[in-house]
């Protein structure tokens, strides 16, 4: 990868000479709009296209094949990987909503092919001894919300309005729908599904449906499917849920049991996340709608 900086690359002469947006020759196509503001110390590898209006501040590193849309603000000590897009109006990178905060040089990593689509807004970490991660292969929709020092994995969707707070971890192929609410320090499984609206403050257990306030129904069935779990593996899952959430049994003896008596892959790592909690654990309220 190559990076230069705004003074360097060649191609902002040839936009002072002749203005607007100018298309760079193969293997280095750019366009960086004439009303961009991109601080001399950042640095854009040159296949980089950034839009009118457009603001990149100095402590950038943006990857090849990004795109910055209209009226995007991209700023903090921010890390970028490959073939990123962000629409108009993003805000990346910006200072935490933590009171704590004292201007620190934190940071924001953000991995490949990711889409952030109009209003999306991420923040970057309260604290210097940790970054706001964003993985690969996810999907911030219209006005989603990333917190400061969360953790997002990779093939992530999170729609429209969701609000995820601070210090959250979304496990790998979460599906958080519109206007859902995450409260800080929350974990969402890996395949979980927050139905639209929900809220939790409680960890939303792997391959669950969550719904309402700190409930879930049920399995993500059709998501288990898509991922291509094998139907051995399903059915685990689903006595390994009627133990834990529908069987009547104490909640701490049967986690206890369920170590020894399930043994599948997919079921172990549900079985661990849930001991694992420290916030507990969302429990059943009604049959899941997508089983």
Not at 144 to 161: F, L, Y
Not at 245 to 263: C, L, T
């Amino acid at each position: 990868m190559r990076f230069v900086s705004y003074k360097e690359n060649a191609f902002f002469d040839f936009r002072a000479a002749f203005g607007g947006d100018i298309l760079m020759p193969p293997k280095t196509i750019a366009m960086i709009h004439s009303t961009a503001v991109i601080d001399a110390k950042a640095q854009l590898d040159s296949s980089v296209c950034v839009g009118p209006y457009a603001v990149i501040d100095s402590d950038v590193c943006i990857g090849p094949g990004c795109r910055v849309d209209p009226h995007v603000y991209i700023t903090g000590h921010t890390t970028i990987g490959a073939n990123n897009s962000f629409h108009a109006g993003c805000v990346i990178g910006d200072a935490p909503q933590d009171v704590k905060y004292k201007d620190a040089p934190t940071r924001l990593v953000i991995g490949d092919n990711n889409l952030f689509r109009e209003g999306a807004t991420v923040h970057r970490s309260a604290t210097a001894d940790e970054a706001t991660v964003i993985g690969s292969n996810n999907f911030l929709m219209v006005n989603s919300h990333v917190g400061h020092n969360a953790q997002v994995g990779d093939n992530v969707i999170i729609a429209n309005g969701a609000l995820v707070g601070g210090h959250v971890h979304v496990y790998d192929r979460a599906f958080i729908s519109g206007n859902c609410l995450v409260h800080q320090f929350v974990r969402i499984g890996e395949l979980a599904i927050m139905q639209g609206g929900t809220a939790v403050s409680q960890d939303v257990p792997p391959y669950t449906v969550a719904r309402g306030t700190n409930g879930i129904c049920g399995l993500n069935v059709i998501g288990l499917r898509r991922a291509g779990m094998i139907p051995g593996e399903r059915l685990e899952l689903k006595r390994l849920y009627h133990k834990l959430f529908n069987s009547g049994e104490n909640f701490s003896q049967a986690i206890i049991e369920a170590k020894s008596e399930f043994q599948s892959a997919p079921a172990r790592l549900m079985v661990e996340f849930i001991a694992a909690s420290k916030r507990g654990v969302c429990r059943h309220h009604g049959r899941a709608e997508v089983d």
